[in-house]
């Protein structure tokens, strides 16, 4: 059984920083591609980045590029997105996600999802 679980999330004071954790189990994410996506109330859901666990090679949106940070930790099958700088519209429910495409990740949407963490940035 296939599952991701995120943790991490809370509530944090603009400007301060938050890290999230995406445990997989029930698959080798060697050759997948993580995603993490967030979901504001309202909103639809976006992308933020992803990185190849195979290599680490990263992208990001540019709305979160040069504030957020993904890595990951292969031994461990967890990723990580490193949140900086956060600013109110930075609240919202993250997920991590999976697939082994990144095509399919990129155009269709990945075939794994978490449960989703919450974020709050509020003074």
């Known amino acids: 059984q296939v599952q991701l679980v995120e943790s991490g999330g809370g509530s944090v004071q603009p400007g301060g920083s938050l890290r999230l954790s995406c445990a997989a189990s029930g698959l080798d994410l060697t050759y997948y591609v993580m995603a993490w996506f967030r979901q504001a109330p309202g909103m639809e859901r976006e992308r933020l980045g992803y990185?190849?666990?195979?290599?680490?090679?990263?992208s990001y949106a540019d709305s979160v590029k040069g504030r957020f940070t993904l890595s990951r930790d292969n031994a461990k099958g967890t990723v990580y997105l490193q949140m900086n700088s956060l600013k109110p519209e930075d609240t919202a429910v993250y997920y991590c996600?999976?697939?082994?495409?990144?095509?399919?990740?990129?155009?269709?949407?990945?075939?794994?999802w978490g449960q989703g963490t919450q974020v709050t940035v509020s003074s």
């Open positions: 990185i190849y666990m195979t290599d680490g090679i990263v």
């Open positions: 996600a999976a697939d082994p495409s990144p095509v399919k990740l990129l155009t269709q949407g990945p075939k794994w």
